[in-house]
């Protein structure tokens, strides 16, 4: 299989999945802007977000990847058809019962998040609306793991484009019924989003019965007693134990810091969301694609004791995020007015939303490498279904990222939510620096041989990127410019900047061929 080909797939439809996302976020800057109904929307949607990771493709993918790469390497489809059909009983009636007391709990559970918002009612019945989100959305990261280890990537990495086009298709088309009916128009997106997870299962479909593997899930007592007695389903779930706590810490921090924003007036957490909108764009182009081919090739390396190969498959994924991360990451630290202003300065969106949500961007940037890096690093660990060592080191990177607020918060007050995604990006770097250690360590991880030559050769190419962008970025007016006039330089420039340094890197005698490996 060649893998940066399977990589460049996921990359390209993760493309189309953050361009559309990114077209509704712009669609929701000029119609709704960064004030007080956005604060509530944004709020409202993290929380079905936040559980999402929870169950869906965050712990729940972390334990059941891996368990059924190497439950179909050592004991065949037949085993491995079981093992899918028990997990998607339990995991279904278990999203059923968490909808139910989510949309029940909402306004305790709105309260914990954000307390300070100014339409907390109204963010209360958005939570209501969007709460079974959750259930459609972890059903199709089960099914995005089946698929991925039986190496299909490219429907779960088209699927979040439909999320977007419902989430655009209802602004446009919604909003203004809405307003004739005089409910509030950013209820729309609400809509929006529970259309997008009804979506994204229904495309699933038609892929796992191409490859015979469709769940089927029990729906009576009897059948949920077989599912629940299933040796595969408690080996998911002692899996699942601690990495619910690992992805709950990251979760618990994002947590405290829309709770933190909700006291810091109107508008920023509508900024920090808008500048994660911008992050979401190199992370998961680079780290999620990654990661997800990535976790079913280290599953069967380790299945199969290929120590060899094991090490190998990190090395290729580090060597490419090094590649191509750090130029993205400076270009969010030098170039971030141009990418805020021409993205989103219309409409509602003004020009100091445009200089608030920069802040936050680079605060966020200064993590960038580390964010990418942690979606390498961490199937290190996963894949040899040590989650553990993963989680101890997210609770203390927690505990730092909030020593972290708080020394802004009372030392630094002038950085306000750019503190809070300072701490995030500064909490990442000191995340994936502890996991490297810890591969190294372990011994899992042996760096192949040529990166000193390499890591040269990227940091030249990246300070020749820097001189453009800095240049750009002080020479161009972005925020007074005619909004044509700043799609034409910011083109021209970031193109420029690609240009420059892959053209760079091939003529210090990198081989980009390197980079083509099959597994």
């Excluded at 893998?3 to 509704?24: I, P």
């Excluded at 949920?224 to 779930?237: D, E, F, Q």
């Excluded at 390499?454 to 909004?483: E, I």
């Amino acid at each position: 299989m060649n893998l940066l080909r399977a990589a460049s797939t996921v990359s390209l439809l993760t493309l189309c999945s953050r361009v559309t996302g990114l077209a509704s976020q712009l669609m929701i800057a000029s119609m709704f802007g960064a004030g007080a109904w956005t604060d509530a929307y944004n709020a409202a949607f993290r929380i079905p977000n936040m559980l999402r990771r929870l169950f869906g493709e965050g712990a729940f993918a972390q334990a059941f990847v891996p368990i059924l790469g190497q439950t179909r390497v050592t004991e065949g489809d037949e085993t491995t058809r079981r093992l899918i059909d028990a997990v998607a009983t339990i995991l279904a009636w278990a999203l059923f019962l968490t909808c139910v007391v989510g949309i029940l709990a909402a306004p305790a559970v709105v309260w914990l998040l954000a307390s300070g918002l100014e339409k907390f009612d109204d963010a209360v019945l958005m939570t209501r609306l969007m709460f079974p989100y959750i259930g459609f959305i972890s059903l199709v990261a089960l099914a995005a793991g089946i698929l991925n280890t039986w190496k299909h990537f490219a429907v779960p990495a088209a699927a979040p484009v439909l999320l977007n086009l419902s989430l655009i298709a209802c602004a446009w088309g919604l909003a203004p019924v809405f307003a004739r009916w005089g409910v509030q128009p950013i209820y729309s997106l609400a809509v929006g989003v529970m259309l997008g997870g009804v979506l994204q299962l229904a495309v699933q479909v038609p892929a796992l019965v191409a490859i015979g593997q469709l769940p089927r899930i029990g729906l009576g007592p009897a059948a949920i007693r077989a599912a629940w007695n299933h040796p595969g389903v408690h080996k998911v779930l002692r899996q699942m134990a601690p990495a619910l706590i690992g992805v709950s810490v990251a979760q618990l921090s994002l947590f405290i810091n829309t709770q933190l924003a909700s006291h810091l007036g109107v508008g920023a957490i509508s900024w920090l969301g808008y500048a994660d909108r911008l992050m979401e764009f190199p992370t998961a182009l680079l780290g999620v694609a990654l990661g997800v081919v990535l976790i079913p090739q280290l599953s069967s390396a380790q299945g199969r004791g290929d120590t060899a190969s094991y090490s190998a498959l990190l090395d290729w994924g580090l060597r490419l995020v090094v590649m191509l991360a750090l130029p993205c990451a400076v270009a969010l630290l030098v170039f971030p007015e141009a990418l805020v202003a021409v993205l989103f300065h219309r409409g509602a969106f003004t020009a100091a939303d445009v200089a608030q949500t920069v802040r936050a961007l680079q605060g966020y940037g200064v993590g960038l490498m580390g964010l990418i890096a942690i979606k390498i690093l961490a199937p290190g660990f996963y894949a040899r279904q040590d989650i553990r060592t993963p989680v101890r080191i997210a609770v203390a990177v927690l505990v730092l990222t909030q020593v972290l607020n708080a020394v802004f918060w009372f030392f630094v007050p002038s950085l306000q939510h750019a503190g809070l995604a300072l701490s995030i990006g500064l909490g990442a770097l000191v995340n994936a620096a502890w996991l490297f250690i810890g591969l190294r360590r372990s011994g899992a991880y042996v760096p192949a041989a040529g990166w000193g030559g390499f890591g040269l050769k990227v940091v030249v190419a990246t300070g020749l990127l820097t001189g453009l962008l800095a240049w750009g970025a002080h020479h161009v007016d972005w925020v007074g410019l005619p909004g044509w006039t700043r799609v034409g330089w910011l083109v021209l420039l970031l193109g420029g900047s690609a240009v420059l340094y892959f053209g760079s890197l091939l003529a210090m005698g990198l081989n980009l061929k390197q980079f083509v490996r099959r597994g």
